[in-house]
């Protein structure tokens, strides 16, 4: 008898719990009560825009009876991307945008490595007043950054120029050589703190036995900071790079700030400078379609580049 009920005990007990375990509703209902302050807003204001703007790029505006007859707007199929495609403006806009990545990105990216190595270090003083002062422009919001930026390029307002030109220089920041220099350096200057607090805080993670060991093995701080620090913080050097890559082709504040002061900077300086300017020439089909295809391309470098440099760091 007694081992007839403890067989018996032990068959029943898989079914009690899958009794106490198999429906999950209240765990699913509170996994979907904590999801929807995220997922509403998410849906709302970011997969309903991006879906909004793909179905305006494949609109496009006729009219009956002539130019000034009545619009209506029909499914046009792939003739907005033609005319992005054919817009000599929309490639001036990329090619501007992809000079602009290629110097500015690694500078940027450069500074704030070293910055961050830096506060890493056991020799420096003063950490925290560092930190808070490389972050700080950070908290600056881009426009006033731009337009504090724009005094200081300003040839009738810049200290700056001042000073330069009692040392017989003549500059031109906002020249159409330097313009392009000038949107970069506002950039760097607003963004690399932000990734220097990235790649500092993958530096806090790196375990102090490390460092003992290669000093016991003789190597000095910068030996440690290059072979050691540098190469364990990859993926954060490289998730910074994407970053980067993304907020580059994005890049609109800067530029439209320092255009209310420099000829030099057109309404399409830049793809999202350009779409601004088609839509306000109520043309939103084309600047819709221009939009559509810049996400394709971020997402294509981006992801490509993250692809190729995991792929190399063994991730």
């Known amino acids: 008898m007694t081992d007839l009920a403890t067989r018996t005990t032990v068959a029943a007990a898989p079914g009690r719990r899958r009794r106490r375990h198999g429906g999950g509703g209240p765990r699913a209902g509170t996994i979907t009560a904590f999801l929807l302050p995220f997922l509403l807003p998410f849906v709302l204001f970011y997969l309903v825009p991006i879906g909004y703007a793909i179905w305006q790029s494949f609109q496009v505006v006729r009219r009956t009876g002539g130019q000034y007859g009545t619009s209506y707007t029909t499914f046009g199929g792939f003739q907005q991307y033609a005319q992005a495609f054919q817009n000599s403006e929309f490639w001036a806009s990329i090619g501007r945008i992809g000079l602009f990545g290629i110097v500015q990105v690694p500078v940027m990216l450069f500074f704030a490595l070293v910055m961050a190595l830096l506060l890493d270090s056991p020799l420096l003083k003063f950490k925290s007043f560092f930190r808070v002062a490389a972050f700080m422009p950070y908290a600056v919001p881009g426009v006033i950054a731009a337009i504090m930026w ?19 220089l003549q500059p031109n920041f906002l020249g159409p050589g330097a313009v392009l220099w000038s949107t970069a350096n506002v950039s760097t200057w607003l963004w690399t703190g932000y990734n220097m607090l990235i790649m500092f805080s993958a530096l806090q993670s790196i375990p102090q036995e490390l460092y003992e060991a290669a000093k016991l093995d003789g190597a000095n701080n910068w ?19 994407v970053f980067s890559i993304i907020g580059t082709l994005q890049l609109y504040a800067e530029p439209a700030v320092l255009r209310q002061i420099s000829s030099n900077i057109s309404s399409t300086f830049t793809p999202n400078m350009l779409a601004y300017a088609v839509a306000s020439g109520n043309n939103y089909q084309q600047a819709a379609a221009i939009s559509v295809v810049l996400a394709v391309i971020t997402f294509v470098l981006s992801f490509g580049f993250m692809r190729l440099t995991m792929r190399r760091v063994g991730q």
């Open 223 to 241: 030996a440690i900071a290059w072979r050691i620090k540098v190469p364990i913080i990859g993926p954060s050097i490289i998730l910074t790079t």
């Open 150 to 168: 724009s005094f200081l390029y300003s040839p009738q307002l810049s200290p700056v120029v001042d000073v330069l030109k009692s040392i017989g």
